[in-house]
């Protein structure tokens, strides 16, 4: 496996330390017998929300997976992302603490 790309701190510290956040699974691509992180499967959760993001590495850009009927709430949740996915300076870490951020913002006026 090929972990140059990805820091286990950030497991830990999202699937054990945080309530809104979690990296539910590293996503694999099998390259000459050996296999590369390219992206991460997560979950951010408000009280009984869910909504399941991924992180694409090669891209360095996050999608939302529209898992219910309210399109609406998805397409503005997509607009908070947007910028995220132009910006080339930001760390995962802080892109992942700046999703917490602005959900949380969302939500918690929903």
């Given at each position: 496996?090929?972990?140059?790309?990805?820091?286990?701190?950030?497991?830990?510290?999202?699937?054990?330390?945080?309530?809104?956040?979690?990296?539910?699974?590293?996503?694999?691509?099998?390259?000459?017998?050996?296999?590369?992180?390219?992206?991460?499967?997560c979950i951010y959760q408000y009280e009984n929300i869910?909504?399941?993001?991924?992180?694409?590495?090669?891209?360095?850009?996050?999608?939302i997976y529209n898992q219910q009927s309210n399109s609406?709430?998805?397409?503005?949740?997509?607009?908070?992302?947007?910028?995220?996915?132009?910006?080339?300076?930001?760390?995962?870490?802080?892109?992942i603490q700046i999703i917490i951020k602005r959900f949380?913002?969302?939500?918690?006026?929903?």
């Amino acid at each position: 496996i090929d972990n140059e790309n990805f820091d286990y701190k950030y497991l830990q510290k999202y699937n054990h330390d945080n309530k809104h956040f979690s990296i539910m699974n590293i996503i694999f691509n099998k390259t000459n017998e050996k296999y590369k992180i390219i992206g991460y499967d997560c979950i951010y959760q408000y009280e009984n929300i869910h909504i399941k993001l991924e992180y694409d590495l090669l891209n360095r850009t996050w999608r939302i997976y529209n898992q219910q009927s309210n399109s609406e709430q998805y397409q503005y949740l997509n607009i908070l992302l947007e910028d995220l996915n132009y910006s080339q300076n930001i760390s995962l870490d802080q892109q992942i603490q700046i999703i917490i951020k602005r959900f949380n913002n969302y939500f918690h006026g929903y």
